[in-house]
């Protein structure tokens, strides 16, 4: 292949790629919006599946274009945060994670069983990753912002369901640890139940503008 060729088929290549990029971010922003309430946690842990176009685009298109989606979906989101950006950077530093170490594994084996073993770890690494930044970074915010700095009224959040939770670091490991691992379980089983005709519909789109750019 010529080098005027092999341009081109890099620039369409990468045309593909970033129409794939903003039709998904189009999809995880929606979904963004629709958050689910989950029994026998405290009401401000919602589950959101705006994970889902993030790591079908880690998969089809690689790991980089997961975590672009990622943070183009919370940087559309940020003007109209409720929690001063906060929420759109914990939501992003999940999410990259998640689909990062996801779409790592799966790019080096391609397999159903490589996606299976890819989401599990990076359901994993998300999870305790969300133990850590929200230790030192978005509960203390939180505190400042909504509870005069008093860390107290957020841990009884906690403990009106389960009075064990004496501490910030407990609160944390017996319900945000479980929770943020089963949320990216959820969103990999959806993943992978609609991966298959969506990533045919990619290559059919390829084709679609491989062709009008001849």
Known sequence: MSDKNKTISRDKTRTTKLTITAMLTAVAV???????????????LKLDFSDIPELIGAFVIGPFYGVLICLLKNLIHLPFSSSVGVGEFSNFLLGAVFVFTAGMIYKHKMTKAGALIACIVGAFVMAVVSVITNYFVVYPVYAQLWAKGD?????????????????????????????????????????MLIYKPLSNMFVRLNTSLNKKKK
């Open 151 to 191: 860390m107290g009224i957020i841990i009884g959040m906690y403990q009106a369901i389960f009075p064990p939770c004496d501490t910030l670091l407990k609160s944390l490991l017996i319900f945000n640890l479980p929770f943020t691992f089963v949320k990216g379980i959820i969103v990999a089983l959806i993943t």
């Open 30 to 44: 929606v979904l963004q919006y629709i958050e689910v309430s989950v029994p026998l946690v405290p009401s401000f």
